[in-house]
Structures are given as structure tokens and as C-alpha cells.
């Protein structure tokens, strides 16, 4: 069973998200602290969490940049501070995606089972013709024999890129497709993101390029 960690201090919104996610299956934890719940998933990870940004002891935003030093578990965060979003999602915080306060629990629901459809629901693919092979269910890429995870929004940003090898995506087209919604983010979060994906594919093959740089309109995919 999925368990989801529902980070949250409000207890009638935690009670809430509780029964929303129970009657749709998933297995639940609550933390109404930060401090605890940063220690209590570092020591027994959870499959999904849920956020909130502001809590007593440790924020949001803290745990979550802790659990990214470790781990890839989907993220979500809810925020009532719509400016903060770039910063969420950016690699400094590295949440997998955002609800704005207020919300309704069946939405909630509903991008809790959006993130993991795009994290996991996919056939793997491995292209045999060359050592360069992405796994889509497992989130990691393998060149050669070393191997790296990657987060959701950096196994999208691969996916749209290497299944069109040689077309040219600029940031607009990369953000619609990463996210699956109407959301904004500024380019300069989709630049950190492919700079962090090229250092993954760089720690694992220093010697090629595969993410090029096209210069005033975005990026491409290309194996030489
Ligand atoms: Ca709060």
C-alpha cells in the first residue's frame, strides 16, 4: 500500500486529507511538527509527502530540502505563498509540485495520484542500440554500468527530450510537459533543472554531451 505522509500542523486539515486519502486507498502517516516528522522520515520512509510550508519546529521547506539530499520520494507542497512556487521547485528546495492554500482534499488527491502516474506509470524503455538506456519505472538512468536516480520533474525533462532526439524544445514546451498543468514557472527553473540533469549525466559519462544547449531558443537531445 502507498503510505502518504501528511505533514500538516492545522489537525482539522490533517484529519481531512487523512479521510480523503484513506477512502481512495492509500495508508497514511501525520506529523503535526516538523522537527518530527523531518526525523521520523528520514528514519522510515514513506512513498509520498505531503507538505506543508509552515510548521512548528522545522518548515517546509528545510525538510524538504533534506529529504532531496537522500532521497527521491514525490513532493508535494502546499503553500498559501504563490510567489514562493519558483522557489519550491526549483534545485534549491526540489518539491515535485505545489497546491495553494485553500484547497479542496479531492485535489489534493487527485495530484497526489498525478505525481505518481508520472513518476512510475510508464512502460521502461531501454534503447539497446547504444549504452544509453532510461528507466522509467524505476526513475533511474544507466550509462554504460554506472547508474543515477533521477527526481520526477528530472525523468520528465530526460523523457521529452530523448524520445525526440534531434528537435529543439524551448523552455514554454519543456514546462507544459513537464508539469501536465497550467502552471508558470520562470526559465530560469527550467535552466537549474537541465543543469542538474546534464551534472547526473555528466558523473556518469564525463566524455559526451547528450543535453545540448541551443542557443536563443532551448535544448535538444542528441547522443554525438
Ligand atoms: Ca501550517
Known amino acids: 500500500m502507498t503510505v502518504v505522509a501528511i505533514v500538516e500542523d492545522e489537525p482539522k486539515l490533517a484529519a481531512l486529507l487523512k479521510d480523503y486519502l484513506t477512502s481512495d486507498g492509500f495508508d497514511t502517516r501525520l506529523y503535526d511538527n516538523g522537527t ?12 509520498f509527502v505531503l507538505l506543508d510550508l509552515m510548521l512548528p519546529g522545522t518548515d ?10 537522500t532521497s527521491n520520494v514525490p513532493i508535494i507542497m502546499l503553500t ?15 518539491a515535485d509540485d505545489y497546491i495553494c492554500k485553500p484547497f479542496s482534499p ?7 495520484k498525478a505525481v505518481l502516474r508520472r513518476a512510475s ?6 534503447d539497446t542500440g547504444t549504452d544509453f538506456e532510461l528507466n522509467e519505472n524505476a526513475a533511474t538512468l544507466r550509462i554504460g554500468d554506472k547508474e543515477c536516480s533521477l527526481t ?5 525533462l530526460l523523457k521529452i527530450l530523448y524520445d525526440n532526439p534531434g528537435r529543439i524544445f524551448n523552455r514554454n514546451q519543456i514546462m507544459t ?43 535538444k537531445f542528441e547522443m554525438a
Request: hydrophobic share 35%.
Open 36 to 47: 518530527e516528522a523531518l526525523n521520523g522520515l528520514l528514519q522510515s520512509p514513506v512513498d
Open 60 to 69: 517546509g521547506t528545510e525538510i524538504c530540502r533534506e529529504l532531496r539530499k
Open 80 to 94: 498559501a505563498k504563490a510567489d514562493e512556487i519558483d522557489r519550491l521547485l526549483g534545485l534549491e528546495i526540489g
Open 106 to 112: 479531492r485535489e489534493v488527491v487527485a495530484r497526489v
Open 121 to 126: 506509470d510508464t512502460p521502461v524503455k531501454a
Open 152 to 156: 520526477s520533474v528530472e525523468l520528465n
Open 177 to 219: 510537459r513537464i508539469y501536465n498543468d497550467n502552471r508558470i514557472v520562470s526559465d530560469r527553473t527550467i535552466d537549474s533543472h537541465v543543469k542538474k540533469l546534464r551534472q547526473k549525466i555528466e558523473a556518469l559519462k564525463p566524455e559526451q554531451q547528450y543535453i545540448h544547449s541551443v542557443y536563443g531558443i532551448g535544448y
